[in-house]
């Protein structure tokens, strides 16, 4: 694939790199007033929802032009395309596809606009790699559902106004991929009690959802009843070739490189140790294979064909790198890497945090061992584990 862009892909790149020009100057302070310039402008240009269609808000912009958006967003360190990541990342592209007009009415303008945040009531304590094994328990009484059971690693659920929920509805089915339904919750519904996890830093982005006899209208159902399993396929489908957090991982690299530069440990800069070296050098080296696989799943994309598994070795690259980073961030620092604040903390104890912070990544999506399965049997052709 030739990835020289055409004129009218040049010139969309040079209109995003305008407008960063114009809409976020150097040393622009992210204040809330910036924000709300910021989200007023985008949303003008159509940018949230940028790959929507367009009679439902979005911009119905092309692949190649969505890489070049995300791309220039990222180069340039700009604020998100959207303030509610999950409605965007999924939950609006299922309400798109299998949802009632009312439902792309009521909930597809909020999304874009970023009014609440949205989570994802999926995993559970015995169904996390396994999600078709689900448990939650759903039975309908008339014009409600009624939802019993637990859902454990939900992220942001303390502050989302909205989950997009799967149920079991029927029990007696001949695949666990059937009997799923997927609803459409609102998080203030007598009977839901949220119960923050903290993580090993110290905070809370994940949580356990306890349903006790937790009503639901069954017009909030997405989709046909025990189609749920489908509508998840779906939406988690719909994760592009992530490109654009390539540059992310090469600023964090950056990062350490600068740290290593600036730490002298027995009378020398860390960024002279072969060691170091060796594992920076390393780590971009996997920063690299991780944009050139995306490039790889793009050129599927562009080319109409079906999408294989290529984002399993991005994420599990990406799992690696988060953990690897933190760890080598720490050994640089020596003897004051576990301080978490203080003056002799350095950045105020970032990169102790950082070090402890990659479950929110690692695990999310997939863990690790979930990734090399999926590598292993879908592109590999390896017996099923």
């Known amino acids: ?95 798109i596809q299998y949802g009632t007009e009312e439902q792309k009415q009521k909930y597809i303008p909020d999304i874009l606009d970023g009014k609440y945040q949205w989570c994802t009531g999926y995993s559970e304590p015995d169904s996390g790699s396994d999600l078709a094994s689900l448990k939650c328990k759903c039975e309908r009484e008339g014009d409600e559902y009624v939802v019993n059971g637990q859902k454990i690693w939900t992220s942001i659920a303390m502050w989302s106004k909205m989950m997009i929920l799967l149920v079991r509805t029927e029990t007696e089915v001949k695949s666990k991929h059937d009997g799923i ?23 809370a982005m994940f949580a356990e959802v306890f349903f006790d006899d937790v009503r639901v209208p069954v017009e909030n ?4 009843e025990g189609q749920g399993w489908q509508v998840t396929i779906s939406a988690l489908a719909s994760e592009r070739s992530s490109i654009a957090e390539v540059h992310g991982l090469i600023r964090k690299i950056e ?27 390393q780590a971009e080296t996997k920063v690299e294979a991780m944009r050139l696989n995306g490039m790889r799943f793009l050129t599927k994309q562009l080319k109409g ?38 003056e002799e903390a350095e950045k105020g104890g970032a990169w102790a945090k950082f070090s402890l912070n990659w479950p929110e990544v690692v695990i999310g999506g997939g863990t690790p061992n979930i990734q090399r399965n999926i590598i292993a049997e879908r592109i590999l052709g390896l017996p099923k584990d």
């Open 1 to 95: 694939m030739d990835f020289q862009l055409s004129e009218e892909e040049e010139a969309f790149r040079q209109e995003v790199a305008s407008f960063l020009d114009e809409h976020l100057p150097e040393g622009q302070g992210r204040t809330p007033e910036f924000q709300a310039k910021w989200t007023e402008a985008i949303r003008e240009k159509r940018w949230v929802g940028f790959s929507w269609p367009e009679d439902v808000g979005g911009g119905g912009g092309g692949i190649m032009e969505q890489v070049i958006l995300k791309d220039e967003m990222a180069k340039r360190k700009a604020p998100a395309l959207g303030s509610c990541f999950m409605g965007l990342a999924w939950v609006g592209p299922s309400i």
């Open 181 to 203: 339904t997927c609803l459409l919750v609102e998080m203030d519904t007598p009977g839901i009690e949220v119960r923050p996890i903290k993580n090993m830093s110290g905070g």
């Open 221 to 224: 159902r997405l989709g046909d």
């Open 255 to 281: 990062e350490v490189k600068d740290l290593a530069r600036n730490t002298i440990r027995g009378g020398r800069a860390m960024s002279d140790d072969p060691g170091i070296r060796r594992r920076i050098a």
């Open 305 to 342: 064909e079906p999408l294989g598994s290529e984002t399993s070795i991005n994420k599990l690259h990406r799992a690696d790198l988060e953990i690897g980073l933190g760890e080598l961030a720490l050994e640089i620092l020596g003897s004051s890497s576990t301080l978490m604040g203080g």
